[in-house]
């Protein structure tokens, strides 16, 4: 497809499980970021991919959260062990040209929903 | 970091109307400003993109504005309609190529 893709579009888990969310960002774009959106709060950054640079991480919110981008294309947002504050919206984006004065606007998946019981 | 403040409250304007939220932001000015629109359940979408030597832009209905003394943004739709019922969020870049977003501005269009 063209847009950025992402599943599953809902989960539901019991607290203490592990929870592997994808995305398919657009091809040819270099830059994939994972944000969080909680009920009634704004997108809030978890983590950045650019090219075949280290991530930065600097957003995600304890150890339990990892991802990983094989390839320079998917990405696989792991949560481990979670928790009912994990639940929340998981939304990817990737970008052409992050930081640019003309593309720098991010392109959006619809989003994972994630409920953690 | 930045500090992005967005109106929690939703703005109810009748069909035809021009509805004008407000972005307002602390510390260092960006080099740019995004304005998204995000429909339930949806994820966000790219409208308007200004710079900072920019005063202002525009889309079919849409103008923003950007006043980097004031450190705010305004984003105006003019003639709305209902379909423009939706929530906008404003995003700042900062650091290294992350962007910050607002919890958002929720607009309802009366018919």
């Known amino acids: 497809g063209a847009g950025v893709s992402q599943s599953p579009s809902n989960k539901v888990t019991e607290k203490g499980k592990d929870v592997e969310l994808r995305c398919d960002p657009i091809?040819?774009?270099?830059?994939l970021y994972w944000y969080r959106q909680s009920l009634g709060q704004g997108l809030e950054f978890l983590i950045y991919?650019?090219?075949?640079?280290?991530?930065?991480k600097s957003g995600l919110p304890s150890d339990r959260f990892s991802a990983e981008r094989t390839g320079g294309s998917v990405s696989t947002l792991t949560i481990q062990r979670t928790q009912q504050e994990d639940s929340a919206v998981y939304l990817c984006?990737?970008?052409?040209?992050?930081?640019?004065?003309?593309?720098?606007?991010?392109?959006f998946g619809e989003g994972s929903r994630l409920t953690v019981l | 970091s930045q500090k992005i403040e967005q109106n929690s409250e939703a703005l109810n304007i009748q069909e035809g109307k021009t509805a004008t939220l407000t972005c307002n932001y602390t510390?260092?000015?960006?080099?740019?400003l995004q304005w998204y629109r995000q429909d339930p359940g949806r994820g966000p979408v790219f409208l308007l993109l200004?710079?900072?030597?920019?005063k202002e832009k525009r889309k079919e209905r849409l103008k923003v504005t950007f006043d980097t003394t004031l450190k705010q943004s305004l984003f105006h739709i003019t003639a709305s309609q209902p379909a423009d019922s939706a929530t906008y969020l404003c995003?700042?870049?900062?650091?290294?190529?992350?962007?910050?977003f607002g919890k958002g501005n929720q607009v309802v269009v009366i018919p």
């Open positions: 991919f650019q090219g075949n640079s280290a991530p930065d």
């Open positions: 200004i710079r900072e030597n920019e």
């Open positions: 995003a700042l870049p900062y650091g290294n190529n992350r962007l910050a």
């Open positions: 984006a990737s970008s052409l040209n992050p930081g640019g004065a003309n593309t720098g606007e991010l392109f």
């Open positions: 091809s040819g774009h270099t830059a």
């Open positions: 510390n260092y000015s960006p080099a740019y």
